[in-house]
């Protein structure tokens, strides 16, 4: 592994610097960051206490920072230190100012206003949280999505990704013993999705499940051919109602979720009558 160091320097909560910084680090196989993340980074003392960190462990740096002063003043250290120095927005609002022709705001934190739209990802978030694993399930008419699957298939992450994009997700375990919720098949409104996964991927995930919590791992939770019947049963009934299918086994919950939100799209086209003349 090559080891080094990393900083995510923002001037607001740092989300938009590391995702794209984590998405850059896993094309490299065999390396290791040691990442410094600086958020809410506002003022040139701010600044100055963060160059001592990187003049005493070199590294990539990586920003979002809308004070011209403040970026000038981190480009002018980092060239002198021969160090890069990378803006992850700055091609994307130079493109789109270009375009538009119009010049940006220099509000940090612009992303994160108080406007509606923060307060509907609030409320997806809630409504998630809320209708977890099989919660309060006579409220899933009211869900944008609902994620169905065997224990361990990521449905509560994916369904909290989804809701910090301001859908309202809701998730109901597949048990093969225990019946589903009545309403599940008659719901109109909401997306209904089915994940599978691959027996032997799940198996090493429950194992590990069960290890974390220092349990045994004889049990039926953890049993081959159990699980084998668990994932066929499951695809039987998605089939048996129309709902689509997403595996699970080689997917980042982000690649989950942008799947899901394609079918989301299709459903809601379908439900209010768009594009019924081409099928």
Same mark, same amino acid.
């Given at each position: +592994? ?10 607001s ?10 998405a850059?680090?896993?094309q490299f196989?065999d ?7 600086w ?7 701010? #600044? ?9 462990h070199?590294?990539v740096?990586m ?6 002063? +403040?970026?000038?003043? &981190?480009r ?6 021969? &160090? ?9 609002? %130079?493109? +789109? ?31 998630? #949280?809320a ?8 409220? #899933? ?9 065997? %224990?361990?298939?990521?449905? %509560? ?12 997700a809701?998730?109901?375990p597949?048990?093969d013993?225990? !019946? ?9 409104? !909401?997306?209904?999705?089915?994940l ?7 198996e090493?995930?429950?194992? %590990?499940?069960?290890?974390? #919590? ?8 953890v049993?081959?051919e ?8 499951s ?8 709902w689509?299918v ?14 899901? &939100?394609?079918?989301h799209?299709?459903?809601?086209e ?6 019924s003349?081409?099928?």
């Amino acid at each position: +592994m090559r080891q080094f160091h990393l900083y995510l320097i923002s001037d607001s909560t740092g989300e938009t610097v590391s995702s794209v910084a984590r998405a850059a680090v896993a094309q490299f196989e065999d390396v290791d960051p040691e990442e410094h993340v600086w958020s809410l980074v506002r003022t040139p003392a701010q #600044l100055e206490k963060v160059l001592e960190t990187i003049e005493a462990h070199p590294g990539v740096v990586m920003y979002t920072l809308v004070n011209n002063e +403040m970026r000038d003043r &981190l480009r002018q250290f980092c060239g002198d230190l021969n &160090l890069p120095c990378v803006p992850v927005l700055a091609r994307a609002i %130079s493109e +789109m100012v270009a375009y538009l022709g119009i010049e940006t705001s220099t509000q940090p934190g612009r992303k994160h206003l108080l406007n509606e739209e923060y307060f509907s990802r609030v409320e997806a978030v809630n409504f998630a #949280l809320a209708h977890d694993d099989g919660q309060a399930t006579w409220e #899933l008419e009211e869900a944008d999505i609902v994620i169905v699957g065997v %224990s361990r298939t990521s449905k %509560s992450p994916t369904c909290v990704y989804l809701a910090n994009r301001g859908f309202k997700a809701a998730n109901v375990p597949f048990v093969d013993s225990c !019946p589903l919720p009545e309403n599940l098949l008659t719901l109109k409104r !909401p997306l209904i999705v089915g994940l599978t996964i691959d027996p032997d991927r799940l198996e090493q995930i429950r194992k %590990s499940r069960l290890h974390s #919590l220092d349990q045994h791992t004889e049990t039926n939770y953890v049993d081959r051919e159990r699980i084998v019947a668990e994932i066929a049963a499951s695809r039987k009934l998605y089939a048996r109602q129309g709902w689509p299918v997403i595996d699970v086994t080689r997917r980042a919950i982000e690649e989950t979720a942008a799947t899901i &939100l394609q079918h989301h799209d299709r459903h809601c086209e379908k439900r209010l009558g768009y594009g019924s003349q081409n099928g």
